[in-house]
């Protein structure tokens, strides 16, 4: 049997990408920002909701965790 190991803290670029994504998402439909940013700050990322979710994401405030089901782990 081979064993995986995955830190926590440490995702795959597959993982980032959903993260991002979805809280971009959420960000576009009205959601508040989870981190201060300036009006001039917010033009300058030019009102990006991707650029504000990486920004979330650098700062490690997504609300989103990621739930992994390792091959070893599955239930037959």
Same mark, same amino acid.
């Given at each position: ?29 009205? &959601?508040?920002?989870?981190? %201060?940013?300036?009006?001039?700050? =917010?033009?300058?990322? $030019?009102?990006? +909701?991707? !650029?504000? &979710?990486?920004?979330?994401? %650098?700062?490690?405030?997504?609300? =989103?965790?990621?739930? $992994?089901?390792? +091959?070893? !782990?599955?239930?037959?």
């Amino acid at each position: 049997m081979v064993e995986i190991k995955i830190n926590d803290g440490e995702y795959t670029k597959y993982e980032i990408a959903r993260m991002i994504g979805s809280r971009a998402l959420q960000i576009s439909m009205g &959601a508040p920002f989870l981190i %201060k940013l300036t009006p001039k700050r =917010i033009e300058e990322l $030019r009102y990006n +909701p991707v !650029e504000i &979710a990486k920004l979330e994401f %650098k700062e490690g405030v997504l609300p =989103i965790t990621v739930k $992994r089901i390792l +091959p070893h !782990e599955r239930r037959g």
